[in-house]
C-alpha cells in the first residue's frame, strides 16, 4: 500500500490554511479585491516570516465573504483530503472569519459548511469536524465571544474549541474564561502552544486552561520535566513537522523534535497545519517521516490509534473509524 492509499487521520488544519490559491485568487478577482502581495510569481503564498505570514494568511482569508464561500472552500479542502488518503480531520474554523462574530451569522456558516460535509460523507468521503478558534492578537474579550459561538452550535460538526494567532501576545491564562465555557459546553479543547513560545507556554496552557491536546508543543523537548508530565498525563500533541520546518523553528527533519517525543512516550499525531502555505501535504509528511525515521505502516499505525483516541469526535464516529482502519490493515496483510 503506498502512503497515498494508507487511511489518514488529520487533527491540526486550518480551513483557510487549507484554502487552494487559485480558490482564494477567483474570489478575489470576482470580489474586485486586490490581493496579488499575497502570492508569488509561481502563484504560491508569499511571506518571509511569522509575523508576515499572519497578514497573508488574513489577507486570503478576507475574501471568503460568505456562507456559500465558506461551503466551497469546505468542498475544495474535503477534495485534497481525499486524494492524500485522509478518511478523518478536525479543522480549525473561527467566528472571527466567519460573521464577525455574530451569533446569527455564525449559525449559518457553520450550517452551510456541516451540511457540505454531511453530503460527502454520506458518498464516502472523508469525515471532516470543526474545532472553534479564538484568534489570541484579537484577545480575551473577543475570544469569550468565540467560545459563546462555539457553545451555542456545538453538535455533530462543531467537536472542539481551541487557539491560534499570534502566540508572543499575551499568556494563555488570560483566556481560561473562554476555555471554562467551551468545556462546560462540552467541546474538546486545545490551543497552539510550544511552538514559537518556549516550554513554559506548554505548561501553562496544560495549568490554566486544561487542555488535553496542544497545538505542535514541540519545544517542550527544552525541559524534560515536561517531556514526562505530556508522556504521564498523556497530553496530545498535535504535531506539524513541515510547518515547524517552513517556519524557521528548525533546520531540518533530522533536528525536529518529533522522534524523541516519541521515543519519551508522548502521544501525538501528524498534520499539515497550513499545507498549501507550508508547501507540504499529508503524503509528503509521511514519505519524509520514512526517509529520516525509517518510520513504516506499524508505526504510522499506532499513529492512527493515538489519534483516533485524541479525536474530538463522537463514539459511534470512532467506533465507524475504527472498522475503515481494521480493514485498511487486512488488506495491507493480504498485499
Ligand atoms: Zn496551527
Not at 95 to 102: E, I, L, S, T, V
Not at 173 to 193: K, N, P, S, V, Y
Not at 274 to 290: C, H, I, R, S
Not at 314 to 335: E, F, I, V, W
Request: hydrophobic share 45%; charged share 25%; with cysteine.
Amino acid at each position: 500500500m503506498s502512503w497515498q492509499e494508507f487511511p489518514k487521520l488529520e487533527l491540526h488544519l486550518h480551513l483557510e490554511g487549507a484554502a487552494p490559491p487559485a480558490l482564494v485568487r477567483d474570489l478575489a478577482k470576482r470580489r474586485h479585491i486586490d490581493i496579488s502581495r499575497a502570492f508569488n510569481q509561481a502563484g504560491g503564498y508569499a511571506f518571509h516570516d511569522f509575523a508576515h505570514f499572519l497578514q497573508v494568511y488574513e489577507a486570503a482569508t478576507s475574501v471568503l465573504k460568505t456562507p456559500e464561500d465558506y461551503a466551497a472552500l469546505t468542498h475544495a479542502v474535503l477534495d485534497t483530503l481525499e486524494e492524500q488518503g485522509v478518511v478523518y480531520a478536525e479543522t480549525f474554523i473561527s467566528p472571527d472569519f466567519c460573521g464577525g462574530r455574530d451569533l446569527a451569522a455564525w449559525r449559518e456558516y457553520v450550517a452551510a459548511m456541516a451540511e457540505l460535509c454531511q453530503q460527502r460523507a454520506a458518498r464516502g468521503g472523508p469525515d471532516l469536524r470543526a474545532i472553534v478558534t479564538c484568534i489570541r492578537h484579537f484577545g480575551p474579550d473577543a475570544a469569550k465571544e468565540t467560545a459563546l459561538c462555539a457553545a451555542e452550535t456545538m453538535g455533530a460538526f462543531v467537536r472542539g474549541f481551541g487557539m491560534g494567532g499570534d502566540e508572543t501576545m499575551g499568556r494563555q491564562g488570560d483566556f481560561a474564561w473562554a476555555f471554562d465555557c467551551a468545556r462546560e459546553a462540552g467541546l474538546g479543547l486545545t490551543t497552539h502552544a510550544g511552538e514559537f513560545g518556549g516550554p513554559a507556554s506548554v505548561r501553562e496552557a496544560v495549568e490554566k486552561l486544561g487542555v488535553r491536546r496542544i497545538g505542535h508543543g514541540v519545544r517542550a523537548i527544552e525541559d524534560p520535566a515536561l517531556v514526562d508530565l505530556l508522556a504521564e498525563r498523556e497530553i496530545f500533541l498535535e504535531i506539524c513537522p513541515g510547518s515547524n520546518l517552513r517556519l524557521g523553528l528548525y533546520p531540518n527533519l533530522r533536528a525536529h523534535p518529533v522522534e524523541r517525543l516519541r521515543a519519551a512516550g508522548v502521544k501525538f499525531s501528524i498534520s499539515t497545519d497550513d499545507p498549501p502555505f507550508f508547501g507540504t501535504t499529508m503524503v509528503q509528511e509521511y514519505q519524509a517521516l520514512e526517509r529520516i525515521f525509517d518510520w513504516d505502516a506499524g508505526l504510522f499505525g499506532e499513529i492512527n490509534a493515538m489519534a483516533l483516541a485524541a479525536a474530538f469526535c463522537d463514539g459511534h464516529t470512532k467506533a465507524n473509524l475504527t472498522k475503515r482502519l481494521k480493514q485498511a490493515d487486512a488488506l495491507a496483510g493480504d498485499g
